[in-house]
């Protein structure tokens, strides 16, 4: 089955410095990734995607980028404010299936 | 606003005792979803259905048992809780016309001792 792979597992980044999270997959069908945001005692809210046939995709501060030759995708988030602070998860879908398999989180911490 | 509600938010139950996690929504969603959330390890999925009649095992789905009573209520029962069982249990949904995207419910917090 799908394996979702993602690091690091904690990053501490000074506010206004860059932050980036790498995920790999495993299953060559998946087309789908998103990329989930949970803040502390909330649900994850989904806050970019990008699909198999896209390279990058920005949204303001925040971009994701899909290689599927080495099956990797991350997520990049610049000009870190204190507000970015969160678990981040990445996932996938098997099969180009609609079930998504998450890697195990990031936990992102922006200092002042 | 059309929501992901999960009953009851928390709850503490002794090991052995059956316990049912309901999730309702009012998003029109056919596809809903159960995941437990630990410390380390992500979510990791349950069961998941795409219409009333489908129910499939995820990658985790020994000890654990579901039902969609309709296609807004999707419950997930525990015949005999364990403490291993102890997580943050989440429903999602998700539409077929609104593509891959979930709608995660805020979530039960579960206590076996």
């Known amino acids: 089955g799908e394996n979702v792979e993602q690091h690091p597992s904690t990053l501490s980044v000074q506010e206004g410095d860059s932050a980036v999270i790498k995920c790999t997959y495993s299953?060559?069908?998946?087309?789908?990734f998103p990329w989930y945001k949970q803040e502390l005692g909330k649900r994850p809210q989904l806050i970019i995607d990008i699909r198999s046939n896209v390279g990058e995709k920005k949204d303001q501060r925040i971009a994701v980028t899909l290689n599927k030759t080495a099956k990797h995708f991350s997520l990049h988030i610049t000009e870190t404010q204190p507000e970015d602070s969160a678990v981040y998860f990445c996932?996938?879908?098997?099969?180009?299936?609609?079930?998504?398999?998450f890697g195990s989180g990031t936990r992102l911490l922006v200092r002042p | 606003d059309a929501d992901v509600t999960q009953t009851p938010r928390n709850r503490i139950t002794k090991t052995g005792k059956r316990i049912m996690l309901e999730c309702s929504q009012t998003?029109?969603?056919?596809?809903m979803y159960w995941y437990r959330q630990d410390p380390g390890l992500g979510l990791r999925l349950i069961y998941y259905?795409?219409?009333?009649?489908?129910?499939n095992k995820g990658e985790i789905s020994d000890g654990y048992s579901v039902s969609r009573q309709a296609q807004a209520k999707f419950s997930l029962s525990l015949e005999s809780a364990i403490p291993n069982q102890t997580a943050l249990y989440f429903c999602?949904?998700?539409?077929?016309?609104?593509?891959?995207?979930?709608?995660f419910g805020s979530g039960t917090r579960l206590t076996v001792v």
């Open positions: 998003k029109g969603h056919d596809r």
């Open positions: 299953d060559s069908a998946s087309n789908y």
């Open positions: 259905s795409f219409d009333v009649k489908d129910i």
């Open positions: 999602a949904t998700s539409d077929r016309t609104g593509g891959y995207g979930y709608t």
């Open positions: 996932a996938a879908n098997p099969d180009s299936s609609y079930k998504l398999i």
